[in-house]
């Protein structure tokens, strides 16, 4: 069984910096995709970034480049740097993962994803 667990979150001025972890864990082959997404109070789960055994990125297009996705192959662990955080970007920041080839169109679709973490809160103030 895979499981993914994601740690980092917290509460932060706007305007400041967190990095998320992501460790996956029961695995012992290479993910071709994973994930991050996020979703707050009353709204739809939605894809923030993914990196793929391709070496392609991608991010959503609202981002205009302040979070940056990273991965540690040896360690397992997937990482999101965001930066320069807006109160819009609170929200529970999900890890996911994924076996299979994703066309790049479909990389943020969270249909794509058969694995996830719980959840890790990112809580940003004004």
């Known amino acids: 069984q895979v499981q993914l667990v994601e740690s980092g979150g917290g509460s932060v001025q706007g305007g400041g910096s967190l990095t998320l972890s992501c460790g996956v864990y029961?695995?012992?082959?290479?993910?071709?995709?994973m994930a991050w997404f996020r979703q707050s109070p009353g709204k739809e789960r939605e894809g923030v970034a993914t990196?793929?055994?391709?070496?392609?990125?991608r991010y959503v297009d609202s981002l205009k480049g302040r979070f940056i996705i990273s991965q540690d192959n040896a360690k397992n662990t997937l990482y999101l740097q965001m930066n320069n955080l807006k109160p819009e970007d609170s929200a529970m920041y999900y890890c996911?993962?994924?076996?299979?080839?994703?066309?790049?169109?479909?990389?943020?679709?969270?249909?794509?994803?058969?694995?996830w973490g719980q959840g890790t809160q990112v809580t940003v103030s004004s």
């Open positions: 996911a993962a994924d076996y299979t080839r994703i066309p790049y169109w479909l990389r943020l679709h969270e249909s794509q994803y058969n694995f």
């Open positions: 029961g695995v012992t082959d290479s993910t071709n995709c």
């Open positions: 990196i793929c055994s391709d070496d392609n990125s």
